[in-house]
């Protein structure tokens, strides 16, 4: 006699637990989704408080941008008296060479 022939288990032969338990609450899962939740908020707290400083230093720096255009257009009107402040002065504004530096300087 020949033995029947055994059918090659498949995947939808695997057993699994999926329905056995009631999904509808599960303490651990919503203390997981809590945790998740407040990590996810700190997180964008932490990049808000980054971006607030990145504006911050961008406004800053469009004041100093004002405050030396107001400074060289009251020098080309003929003010000696800011020409002689800017040669009294300390070191040049950020990013900006003093004059006579060689050519045009920026830093990064």
Do not use: N, W
């Not at 070191?91 to 300087?105: E, Q, R, S, T, Y």
């Amino acid at each position: 006699m020949s033995t029947p022939r055994v059918s090659p288990r498949g995947l939808q032969d695997v057993r699994t637990l999926a329905g056995s338990v009631d999904q509808t609450f599960l303490p651990h899962r919503t203390f997981l989704r809590i945790a998740c939740l407040e990590m996810e908020k700190f997180r964008r707290t932490q990049e808000r408080a980054s971006a607030v400083r990145r504006v911050a230093s961008i406004d800053r720096r469009f004041g100093e941008i004002d405050a030396e255009k107001g400074r060289l257009l009251r020098t080309m009107k003929g003010d000696k008296t800011e020409i002689a402040r800017k040669e009294s002065s300390g070191p040049a504004p950020h990013g900006i060479a003093p004059a006579g530096a060689g050519g045009v300087k920026f830093r990064y």
